[in-house]
């Protein structure tokens, strides 16, 4: 009986070995596939024009492999901005981390160097060494890839100014189905030159963002931004405190056909010379076309090729593209809401502002739209309410009796109000309706 448990664990263990042994190199033969083929998936069509990801070495060993990635970024009018990583990869399944032992496919530590021309005189001129970063991805055996940035603190002081920087941690998440998630989390950037008499403080910074198919940019999705503080002495007094953002991208009434976007920019706290105390704007769009978003990104692809190729100068082809653009704009219905909210001299202000446009799809050429039919696809709702004491305290208060005289603007109760709409060619401001046609 022990000769039989002996030979079966025996067995087990040899297994085990061969199994430890044999598959980091079956690994290292489909690494294309299982890490660099999936990072270069996740780029969406419509960000070629902006970005490219392209693999320029991949050499593999029986435990490691060598692969060197190039992200170049070109922004429209600009420089390329150039990002070659160089990834030390470790086959799995048995992978040493920077966090310990895992299971998965394989561990990479991946080394960033970055090309262009204004940050290299940029960091010539620097008093202080760049922070350190440490870059690090694991591909799971379901398809799943964690990337995770660390930058280290940097605390720099001298005769020229100080620099302070908290660090930088982020984390990037992407499951076989696309879905992926994205954080940052960066601590306090305090920065003053002497000199310039300059000096800024950001108490930190968080990121998060999340989407159901990171390929694509029409995907539904989320995003947030905070900073607690903002503040500057020099050379403006300003303070901002929470200062934050809120972002979504979701199917309208559950159907891929139409879209709906929706962002918050909230600002509780403003001190400055300024007379701005607080600010919050909520901006709706909706009955956003799926297909005529995705070609007015295509369009916008071919637009930048084409300017990079003319260097800014207008061209048939770029005459062409931009009518398109327009035309699409024009021809596709669009909802447009805004809230706006403020303190601004002592008072409470507000404004919403609700537009929409029916579109014009039998339109086919923007030259030939007929205005007369463009007001009666055009509709809005215009709803201002301020606070006269403020406003009176402001450049804005000798245009406040004319206004009121000519029928423009409104006082009840200490407030300012503006009301206005057109719906079907007819203009109303403040009860009076005016047939819009008239004016062409």
């Known amino acids: 009986m022990k000769s039989h448990t002996f030979r079966l664990s025996l067995t087990v263990a040899v297994v085990a070995v061969l199994i430890l042994t044999l598959s980091p190199k079956v690994i290292g033969i489909g690494i294309q596939s ?38 170049v970024y070109t922004p429209i009018g600009s420089e390329a901005i150039a990002l070659e990583f160089d990834l030390q990869i470790d086959h799995g399944p048995l992978l040493m981390t920077t966090d310990g032992p895992k299971f998965g496919l394989a561990y990479a530590n991946i080394t960033p160097h970055l090309r262009n ?17 440490a870059l690090d991805l694991i591909a799971g055996f379901d398809q799943s890839l964690l990337i995770e940035l660390e930058v280290s603190p940097v605390n720099y002081s001298g005769a020229d100014g100080e620099v302070v920087f908290g660090g930088l941690t982020s984390s990037f998440k992407s499951d076989s189905d ?39 940019v029409l995907a539904p999705s989320k995003a947030s931004f905070h900073i607690p ?67 007015y990104y295509a369009l916008l692809y071919e637009l930048q090729v084409e300017m990079e190729k003319d260097e800014g100068s207008t061209s048939p082809a770029i005459s062409r593209i931009s009518q398109e653009l327009l035309l699409i704009t024009v021809k596709n219905a669009l909802a ?33 739209m007929d205005i007369n039919e463009a007001l009666e696809a055009l509709s809005f709702d215009l709803d201002i309410s301020l606070d006269l004491e403020a406003v009176m305290s402001s450049p804005l208060a000798e245009m406040v009796d004319p206004y009121v005289q000519q029928g423009y603007v409104q006082l009840d109760n200490g407030r300012v109000l503006i009301r206005a709409s057109l719906q079907d060619s007819v203009l109303t401001l403040n009860d009076e309706e005016t047939a819009v046609g008239q004016f062409f």
């Not at 021309?117 to 970063?133: H, Q, S």
Request: charged share 15%; no cysteine; proline share 4%.
């Open 229 to 295: 503080v903002i503040e500057s002495s020099s050379p403006y007094p300003l303070r901002i405190a929470n200062f934050s953002s809120n972002t979504s991208l979701s199917n309208l009434g559950g159907s891929n056909e139409q879209l709906s976007f929706e962002q918050s920019i909230v600002i509780k706290e403003i001190s400055s010379n300024f007379p701005l105390n607080s600010f919050s704007w909520q901006i709706g769009l909706e009955e956003l076309d799926a297909q005529a978003l995705s070609l």
């Open 117 to 133: 021309n204004a940050f290299d005189l940029v960091v010539a001129d620097l008093p202080f060494e760049l922070p350190a970063i």
């Open 34 to 71: 299982s890490t660099i083929d999936n990072i270069l998936n996740l780029i969406p069509p419509e960000a070629e024009s902006e970005f490219e990801i392209t693999q320029q070495s991949l050499s593999s060993g029986w435990f490691q492999s060598e692969s060197s990635l190039e992200l």
């Open 336 to 368: 447009f809401n805004n809230t706006l909210e403020a303190n601004a001299y002592g008072g409470d202000h507000r404004a919403n502002i609700n537009i929409h446009w029916n579109g014009m799809p039998a339109l086919n050429d923007v030259a030939r």
């Open 178 to 216: 696309l879905s992926a998630d994205f954080e940052i989390l960066m601590g306090q950037l305090r920065a003053n030159e002497n000199s310039a008499r300059l000096n800024f403080n950001i108490s930190g910074l968080e990121i998060n963002t999340e989407t159901e198919e990171i390929s694509n």
